[in-house]
């Protein structure tokens, strides 16, 4: 998924927010998750797409102090866009309502952060593959020369 993003920080804006720099004109590529792709690896790339526009903070429970309840739900907002614009259609439909960002990533890692069948065999298959090697040391030793 290509998203592009072009928000400017705003002078205006409340003590808190405006300390924070936005990312201006910055474009991320992400595969958008539709259920069969691995969610640990999207989670990472959206995880790092949110550091880049520096939204990270809205994935923690609680409120930060410097940050007041207005910047809050912008955040939060700015937050659960873009992990949607992430999302396909079909995911995106039960979430769209969501307008608390950790919430949202607590409910998609509980419904997507399971063993599935797939890295199980991956990983039954990656353990019979494995073959022990047992290292024989020969020491070859000399009599020193008189």
Not at 32 to 59: H, P, R, S
């Amino acid at each position: 998924m290509s998203e592009s993003e072009s928000s400017a920080p705003s002078t205006s804006t409340p003590k808190g927010f405006s300390s924070r720099s936005m990312v201006t004109n910055t474009k991320f590529d992400v595969e958008k998750f539709d259920g069969t792709n691995n969610f640990g690896m999207w989670q990472c790339e959206v995880q790092d797409v949110l550091f880049q526009q520096e939204l990270d903070v809205a994935l923690e429970e609680s409120v930060p102090e410097d940050v007041d309840e207005k910047d809050w739900t912008r955040i939060n907002c700015l937050a659960c866009g873009t992990i949607r614009l992430c999302l396909s259609k079909e995911l995106k439909y039960p979430f769209m309502r969501e307008t608390s960002a950790s919430k949202l990533w607590k409910e998609m890692e509980d419904k997507f952060m399971k063993k599935s069948t797939e890295n199980k065999l991956y990983t039954r298959t990656k353990l019979y593959r494995f073959q022990y090697k047992p290292v024989i040391w020969i020491l070859h030793w000399e009599k020193p020369p008189s």
